[in-house]
């Protein structure tokens, strides 16, 4: 999986994305989620599953991806699976800390 980490205003940003679905338009109903245009969004350093878990410790924001990145977040608790949303059958989730 990506892991790409990024600071915009101050805030700590993470953006992760299984590595298979670099280059795939999502589309269902009125979502889309185009991780073509947008690979360098999510294309950082390719890690595992530890390496994620760690950078999911600290954070503003979040954008998890894909089976392997959300489950991460759902090991970890920061996620429930209700919470988890799904395009074409792959989980996505936006996680903000106020």
Not at 48 to 76: I, Q
């Amino acid at each position: 999986m990506y892991l790409k980490l990024s600071e915009a205003e101050g805030r700590k940003v993470i953006a992760a994305c299984d590595s298979n679905l670099i280059g795939k338009v999502l589309k269902e109903g009125e979502a889309v989620l185009n991780l073509d245009i947008y690979s360098s969004f999510y294309i950082g350093e390719e890690v595992d599953a530890g390496t994620l878990a760690e950078a999911l410790k600290d954070f503003d924001s979040a954008n998890l991806v894909g089976e392997e990145c959300v489950a991460v977040a759902l090991e970890s608790g920061l996620v429930r699976k209700s919470d988890v949303r799904y395009i074409n059958n792959v989980p996505h989730i936006q996680l903000y800390k106020v």
